[in-house]
C-alpha cells in the first residue's frame, strides 16, 4: 500500500476524552472513530488488524474441530422466553420492536439460537460430538462503555458451543477449547493466563476467564507468580485425545489463579509470600462448562445407542475479538506509539522515502516495495512529500515491525537503513538484505 493512497486520519493532538493508551493510541493512529457511546466504526488500519486477528481466531478453532458458521445479529425474543432469560437479562439486552409489533433483541450472546439449530437438525448420538462456533458482532448495552473497543456497546466476538452426550466429552471440549484459546493468545503475541471465575448470567458450574495482565484493565486478580512461567509453545497437541488436553488445562489451571469472584484468601496465603502477586487484568476469553441448563428446558435432546432420549451436555466459550486490539496495545505500546506483535500487525515493513522525488531514491523504494511484496509480505510505502521527522512519526505511531529508510546518502554506499520498532536498533544493510531480514 502507498500511503499517498491509503487513508490513515492520524491525529496530531491527543484526544482529550480518552483515558487508556490503547484508546488515545487507536484514535491517533486513525484506526477508530466513534459513532455513539460504544459504537465505533473501524477505519482501515484498524480494520485491517480486526482482521488478521479474527483469521487467526478461525485457524485455531478449526484446528481444533470446531466448525464455522454465521447466525444474525438480531433475535426473536421467543427463543429467550423458552429458556428464561429474557426477562433475567436485564437492561444490558436492546430489545426492539418490528413493524408487526413482534419483540426482537441485539444478541448479545447466542446460546439460545445454536440450541434451536441444535434441536432442529440433530437427533442421534451419532451426530455428537459437535462444536460450532461463529465470530458476529454482538450488543450489550453496558452501563459505562469506556476505553474505546475494550468495552464497547457493539462488538465483535468469536463464540463457540459444544454439544455432547456425557458430561466427560463436554468437558474435554472444554479442555479443548482451553488449548486452542492458549494457542490463539500465544500467537498474537499475548500472554492471557486461565483464572477460574465466575459464571455470570451464561450460569454454569466450571468456568475460567482469560486475563491479559495490564494496570488499566477492569478485573481484579490474583495469582502465584509461578503461572506466568508457563507457555504453551509450539508443542503439538492432539486435540482429539482427552489426556492431552487435561494435561495441559491441568498445567495451566492448578497454580492459584483466581479472578476477585472467587478469591480464596485463605487458600491464597498457602502460597509462598514472594509468589503471592494481586494485580489487574483485562479479560480477553472466557469458557464455561454449563451441562444441561439450555439443552434442557429448549428441548435439545438425542437418542442414545440404546434408544434413550437425552438432553446434551453443552459448553459455551467466548473471545473478545475487538476487545483484544485494545488489549494487545495496552501491552505493546511506548510514549511513541503502537509496536505491533508480527502475528497481528496490520502491514509487515514500513518504507520511508527520505527523498521524494529523487529519482534514485523514489526507484530504490519501489524495488523495496517490489521485492517485499514479491515475499508475500504486505509493506506500507510512505510515498508522501513530507519532511522526514512527520514520516517517522507517523510509523512509529502505527507501529510496524520493521521501518527500512531510503536516502540519497544511504544509496550511494549502495545502503538502506533498516530499523525494528520494539528495539529502536538500526542497520545499514543492501536493500535486498534488509528484504530477507524483514521476511
Ligand atoms: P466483562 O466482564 O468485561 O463485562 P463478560 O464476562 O460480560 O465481559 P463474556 O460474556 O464472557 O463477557 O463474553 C466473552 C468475551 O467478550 C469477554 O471475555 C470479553 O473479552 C468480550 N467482551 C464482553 N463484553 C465486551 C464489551 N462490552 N466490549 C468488548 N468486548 C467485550
Ligand atoms: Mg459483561
Ligand atoms: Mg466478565
Ligand atoms: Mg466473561
Not at 44 to 72: F, K, N, S, T, W
Not at 201 to 230: C, M, N, Q, R, W
Amino acid at each position: 500500500m502507498r500511503l499517498s493512497r491509503y487513508f490513515l486520519p492520524v491525529l496530531k493532538e491527543t484526544p482529550a476524552d480518552a483515558q487508556i493508551a490503547s484508546h488515545r493510541l487507536m484514535l491517533r493512529a486513525g484506526m477508530i472513530r466513534q459513532q455513539s457511546a460504544g459504537i465505533y466504526s473501524w477505519l482501515p488500519l484498524g480494520y485491517r488488524v480486526l482482521r488478521r486477528i479474527e483469521q487467526i481466531v478461525h485457524e485455531e478453532q478449526q484446528r481444533a474441530g470446531h466448525i464455522p458458521l454465521l447466525m444474525p445479529t438480531l433475535q426473536s425474543a421467543d427463543l429467550w422466553r423458552e429458556s428464561g432469560r429474557y426477562d433475567d437479562y436485564g437492561e444490558e439486552m436492546l430489545r426492539i420492536t418490528d413493524r408487526h409489533g413482534r419483540d426482537m433483541l441485539y444478541g448479545p450472546t447466542n446460546e439460545e439460537m445454536i440450541t434451536d439449530i441444535f434441536r432442529a437438525h440433530v437427533t442421534s448420538y451419532k451426530d455428537l460430538p459437535l462444536t460450532l462456533y461463529h465470530i458476529q458482532w454482538k450488543f450489550r448495552d453496558e452501563i459505562r462503555p469506556r476505553f474505546g473497543v475494550m468495552r464497547g456497546r457493539e462488538f465483535l466476538m468469536k463464540d463457540g458451543y459444544n454439544f455432547d452426550l456425557t458430561k466427560e466429552d463436554a468437558l474435554h471440549a472444554y479442555n479443548r477449547h482451553l488449548v486452542s484459546y492458549l494457542r490463539t493468545y500465544e500467537r498474537m503475541g499475548l500472554q492471557a493466563i486461565p483464572m477460574r471465575a465466575d459464571s455470570g448470567p451464561i450460569g454454569g458450574d466450571d468456568t475460567h476467564e482469560f486475563l491479559v495482565l495490564a494496570e488499566t484493565g477492569e478485573s481484579e486478580v490474583f495469582y502465584d507468580s509461578k503461572v506466568t512461567d508457563i507457555r504453551l509453545g509450539e508443542r503439538e497437541i492432539d486435540y482429539d485425545s482427552h489426556a492431552e488436553c487435561r494435561a495441559v488445562m491441568e498445567e495451566f489451571t492448578s497454580l492459584y489463579a483466581r479472578t476477585d469472584e472467587t478469591h480464596d484468601e485463605a487458600v491464597f496465603n498457602e502460597i509462598p509470600e514472594e509468589r503471592r502477586r494481586s494485580a489487574r487484568g483485562i479479560e480477553v476469553g472466557q469458557i464455561f462448562y454449563f451441562g444441561t441448563k439450555y439443552s434442557e428446558p429448549m428441548g435439545a435432546t438425542v437418542v442414545t445407542q440404546s434408544g434413550e432420549r437425552v438432553p446434551v451436555h453443552m459448553g459455551s466459550h467466548g473471545i473478545g475479538v475487538s476487545r483484544l486490539l485494545g488489549a494487545l496495545i495496552e501491552a505493546n505500546h511506548d510514549e511513541n506509539g503502537i509496536i505491533w506483535p508480527e502475528g497481528v500487525t496490520p502491514f509487515h515493513c514500513g518504507i520511508v522515502n527520505l527523498k521524494q522525488g529523487d529519482a534514485e531514491a523514489d526507484a530504490a523504494c519501489e524495488d523495496l516495495y517490489k521485492a517485499l511484496k514479491a515475499r508475500g509480505l504486505e509493506p506500507l510505502y510512505d510515498d508522501r512529500e513530507e519532511r522526514a521527522g512527520a514520516k517517522f512519526a507517523t510509523m512509529d505511531l502505527i507501529g510496524l515491525p520493521w521501518r527500512i529508510t531510503v536516502g540519497p546518502r544511504g544509496l550511494k554506499n549502495g545502503v538502506v537503513e533498516l530499523t525494528s520498532r520494539r528495539t529502536g536498533e538500526s542497520e545499514e544493510l543492501a536493500p535486498e538484505t534488509a528484504v530477507a531480514r524483514v521476511a
